[in-house]
């Protein structure tokens, strides 16, 4: 039998924020005190800029929310020769997005410095999954703190990024928009007749699958509407059952045109296609790969990065895909020169903090 599936932690009920800590306390010395309230995960230290103070504050986040509570009735007690407060942090969270796509841990910490607000903790998505994934989630102090970040960044524009910012509820999650992918139950429509673009029609013949939820037009069909030759169109089904049992109609005419139907698949799964293709190629001399990287790098921090040594390999390049299975990203040049340059450039320098290779994928793939 397989381990039984632990239940989700919630970081708002098992984080603590911990004030007027002796500056001669680091976090080993802090885990150690409050070691007997139960596990420790992390304790993350940090010291107020812009207030005069001779201590610092600690986030403390535990294994669970019993623990936190026990860490509560260290309030007011003595630590070095300060006495501490401790307070649990909760509703305490900015949620950030389409920031720009270059922005790192750091990045986010300095924006949110230039406010007077400390970034208790910044967590970022891992792109393992999903390249083009882009938010933050971000713990400050206190609920005021909150409200002051929504305040000033929600429709902050920096660099053309208009940002979004609001206060994180996790009770207020909603599914994912990409859920019938993922699980696939929706399929997408092509070479329809464009007298087909109706929902109404569409229902009418893939209704008798099952229960239909959704049916998308994508919009930009009806702009060219006139000089449109076939369209597509995506339909929604409750489930992966009813949606693989539409997939009897691909191959068959409607108004003289064969219509193709398939599941629909995610732009990670086609990325990873293009992935697999080149880790099992003969020839990717136009190819090079760098690593090691971590989870949260994104296609933009890799470019910025190549363009800073040399723009021209950065105009260069084809297409960027993160394989981070492997630690690893695939830079694609439209030239194998460039891919040669890019290794001798690159082989051994800082990115990101981290010293990296840059060599043939066949020689990554030797290395892992």
Not at 325 to 335: C, Q, T
Request: hydrophobic letters at 40%; a positive charge; glycine letters at 2%.
């Amino acid at each position: 039998m397989g381990n039984p599936k632990q239940p989700k932690r919630l970081r708002d009920e098992c984080t603590v924020l911990v004030q007027n800590i002796p500056r001669s306390y680091n976090q080993g010395k802090i885990k150690k005190y409050f070691a007997d309230c139960g596990q420790v995960i992390q304790v993350n230290t940090y010291e107020s800029w812009f207030e005069k103070i001779r201590c610092q504050m600690a986030r403390i986040e535990f294994a669970t929310a019993e623990a936190a509570q026990s860490a509560l009735t260290k309030t007011y007690k003595t630590m070095g020769n300060n006495t501490i407060e401790v307070t649990p942090l909760k509703d305490c969270t900015v949620w950030l997005t389409n920031y720009p796509p270059k922005y790192n841990q750091r990045d986010i910490r300095e924006l949110f410095k230039s406010m007077e607000i400390v970034a208790l903790n910044v967590r970022l998505p891992s792109l393992r999954f999903n390249s083009n994934r882009r938010f933050a989630y971000v713990d400050v102090a206190n609920e005021e703190n909150v409200h002051k970040a929504v305040q000033e960044l929600n429709g902050k524009v920096i660099d053309g990024f208009k940002m979004v910012a609001k206060k994180s509820d996790p009770e207020l999650k909603t599914k994912r928009s990409d859920a019938p992918v993922l699980e696939r139950r929706e399929i997408i429509l092509r070479n329809l007749p464009k007298d087909m673009l109706d929902i109404t029609k569409i229902k009418e013949i893939f209704s008798k699958f099952g229960t239909i939820e959704e049916v998308r037009l994508p919009k930009r069909q009806f702009a060219i509407l006139e000089h449109l030759h076939h369209a597509c169109a995506f339909v929604i089904f409750s489930s992966h059952e009813e949606a693989e049992a539409a997939l009897v109609l691909n191959g068959e005419s409607i108004n003289e045109h064969k219509i193709s139907v398939n599941l629909s698949d995610s732009p990670a799964y086609l990325e990873r296609k293009e992935v697999n293709a080149l880790l099992s190629a003969k020839r990717t001399d136009n190819v090079v790969a760098i690593y090691p990287i971590s989870d949260k790098t994104n296609k933009i921090q890799i470019k910025s990065f190549i363009e800073e040594k040399n723009k021209q390999l950065a105009d260069n390049i084809d297409s960027i895909y993160l394989v981070l299975d492997h630690s690893s990203a695939l830079i694609k040049f439209v030239k194998d020169s460039d891919a040669a340059r890019t290794i001798l450039l690159l082989h051994h320098s800082n990115f990101l903090q981290s010293r990296i290779n840059c060599t043939s994928i066949k020689d990554m793939l030797k290395s892992i």
